[in-house]
């Protein structure tokens, strides 16, 4: 493939995801995604040095990852930068060199410097030459999310032919835009699953092993594709001690980035059917929202009992405060971080069916479950009120966090995906 055809391909890619952005999210959310991005942009800069200047000695034995995201992760953003930046730890635990590129060429001094703390070379510049270079050293290349693979995956095999070829699906697009056709009723989001599902079908198809972070999608994919290496690579948190008792807490917590639609139509829905149920039972009860919003949905969220933070810099404060997380999620797929994260810290949880996908969730064990207006608002005020149940909850939380999302766990994965990448 040469340097134009290459580039060319990219710019067909772009449209392809412009037309997927529309479909979710409609002319005006895309506009807006577009500008978030460009105000990010413009408070970065291009990483084309990383930050560890030296190349490093790498012993023959040594084996060497390269890892292609769509942006360099910040845990302040998203679930999805937490659990790459635990991926990159245990990688380095593993005894693994780790080198990282962003799709957008975009990385903070910051981002580099948070990466470089955990051993990892953040590069800028041109992939494919990058891969010209030192694509023979390379024993395993992970490509995350779809539209990062569909772009990269032939030049990686081109030119680092010996390597593994791992694609995380960080969540199954084609699951997510099908349930989101299903609530909207939008038949151009039900095609939009369609080209997803059978484009994310042929990608699986082409990779060595595929990570997904839910049981549900393993057994998906695992009946629709039996003969693909599939492995369940889930979100990855540490429990803590709660520092705070229940009547030390006040007040409902949800965390989720606007961009992401599966959230905006969260709150919306929040908002407008089960806030106003709650607030008639108790009305001193407010709601705190977390996460970037664009100025629009700022505007709609605006109301008495409702407090928009934005993304914050330090989430725990409010975790320690909040009495309760709520998880209204009517569409999506993977794993829901922002469940992961309150059950880690022992804040007890209310959500629907869709957001304890791959949870291991008990109703009334480790979390309660709830599906419509009323009987969601019902779920949050006994467990409000009720001391006794949230102390359960409480408790339940970290235990269930340790069992099903531990690094422990994720290194057993890394080490099952990439058995036969090891140097003799």
């Given at each position: 493939m040469s340097d134009l055809s290459w580039r060319l391909q990219r710019i067909g890619f772009f449209f392809r995801r412009l037309n997927g952005s529309l479909a979710a999210r409609g002319w005006a959310g895309t506009l807006q995604r577009i500008k978030q991005e460009r105000v990010r942009a413009r408070g970065a800069r291009l990483a084309s040095e990383p930050i560890l200047k030296?190349?490093?000695?790498?012993?023959?034995?040594?084996?060497?990852?390269?890892?292609?995201?769509?942006?360099?992760?910040?845990?302040?953003?998203?679930?999805?930068?937490?659990?790459?930046l635990h991926i990159f730890d245990a990688l380095r635990a593993e005894g693994w060199h780790v080198d990282f590129f962003a799709d957008d060429g975009i990385a903070s001094t910051d981002d580099m410097a948070r990466l470089a703390m955990l051993g990892v070379r953040t590069h800028g510049g041109d992939l494919r030459r990058w891969l010209i270079d030192k694509g023979a050293g390379l024993d395993a290349v992970m490509l995350c999310r779809l539209h990062v693979a569909r772009?990269?995956?032939a030049i990686v095999r081109k030119y680092a032919p010996q390597a593994t070829v791992a694609f995380d699906t960080v969540d199954l697009h084609y699951v997510r835009e099908r349930r989101a056709a299903v609530v909207s009723g939008s038949s151009r989001m039900l095609r939009q699953a369609q080209r997803s599902q059978q484009l994310e079908t042929d990608v699986i198809g082409e990779a060595d092993v595929t990570f997904v972070v839910s049981s549900e999608e393993q057994t998906i994919l695992s009946k629709d594709i039996p003969q693909a290496h599939i492995?369940?690579?889930?979100?990855?948190?540490?429990?803590?001690?709660?520092?705070r008792e229940f009547t030390e807490r006040r007040d409902l917590l949800f965390v989720g980035g606007f961009g992401h639609p599966p959230n905006a139509d969260a709150m919306q829905w929040f908002v407008a059917d089960i806030l106003p149920r709650i607030q008639q039972a108790e009305p001193d009860i407010k709601l705190h929202?977390?996460?970037?919003?664009?100025?629009?949905?700022?505007?709609?969220?605006?109301?008495?009992?409702?407090?928009?933070?934005?993304?914050?810099?330090?989430l725990l404060p409010l975790i320690e405060a909040s009495r309760l997380s709520v998880a209204p999620l009517r569409f999506g797929a993977g794993v829901k971080g922002k469940v992961n994260q309150a059950m880690s810290h022992g804040l007890p949880v209310v959500l629907t069916t869709i957001a304890a996908e791959g949870m291991h969730i008990t109703q009334d064990v480790d979390g309660l479950l709830a599906d419509t207006p009323e009987d969601f608002a019902a779920a949050v005020l006994r467990a409000y009120r009720d001391e006794a149940l949230w102390l359960r909850l409480s408790d339940a939380g970290p235990e269930n966090i340790r069992a099903h999302f531990s690094s422990n766990l994720a290194r057993q994965a890394l080490r099952a995906a990439f058995q036969n990448t090891r140097r003799p």
């Open positions: 030296d190349e490093p000695s790498i012993s023959p034995t040594t084996r060497r990852i390269l890892i292609v995201d769509a942006m360099a992760p910040d845990p302040t953003r998203d679930s999805g930068s937490v659990r790459l772009q990269h995956l492995v369940l690579l889930s979100n990855i948190h540490e429990p803590s001690r709660r520092t929202i977390v996460g970037d919003i664009d100025d629009l949905s700022r505007q709609c969220m605006a109301r008495d009992g409702v407090i928009v933070h934005g993304r914050v810099a330090d």
